[in-house]
């Protein structure tokens, strides 16, 4: 018998396969599948806030810095998309771009060549690509323990988010 070689595809590919389509898990009711799948599809943020984080969800410590940090840009929960899950946006984070039509998007503790973006750019670097702004920062522990972190991101957020 011959060894057969499978071909694993990219979360994003997957989803620009199916994009028409609704994938069900047959170990949930149905309905709330689709539910779920309508409240998740074009969710539209003029601004994406992705943070690495080991945590399911934010420590309070955390989502007071990241509240804090909102608010200083002047922007409200309305306007901003915050993902925390890891695998989500490890595997699927062209398509988190493309779902949420983000202009602009915060990388909290995210290199960019590891969430699949082709560019690489250091911390602290404005860069556009394809008609975003992205902003590659260091983690929120890292900027909660480091006065000059802070800084340095401030100056940069006002220059994406002009008041």
């Known amino acids: 018998m011959a060894e057969s070689e499978n071909t694993i595809l990219h979360t994003h590919v ?3 396969l199916f994009k028409d ?9 149905p309905a ?8 998740t599809t074009n969710i539209k943020k003029e601004v994406l806030v992705c943070v690495a984080t080991k945590e399911e969800n934010l420590a309070p410590s955390k989502e007071a810095l990241l509240q804090a940090i909102l608010s200083a840009c002047k922007l409200n929960m309305d306007q901003v998309g915050i993902i925390t899950n890891q695998l989500q946006i490890q595997n699927d984070f062209l398509s988190l771009v493309e779902t949420h039509q983000a202009k602009k998007i915060i990388l909290f ?17 404005i860069q556009s ?6 902003l590659h920062a260091p983690t929120l522990d890292e ?12 100056q940069k957020l006002k220059q994406i988010f002009p008041s």
């Open 14 to 16: 997957l989803a620009e």
């Open 21 to 29: 389509t609704y994938l069900v898990d047959l170990a949930t009711n």
């Open 32 to 39: 709330d599948a689709m539910e779920s799948a309508r409240s």
């Open 109 to 125: 503790g995210w290199d960019p060549a590891a969430i699949g973006l082709p560019i690489h750019f250091p911390v602290f670097q």
């Open 129 to 134: 690509f394809q008609g975003v702004q992205y």
């Open 143 to 154: 900027l909660d323990k480091d006065k000059q972190l802070k800084i340095q991101l401030w």
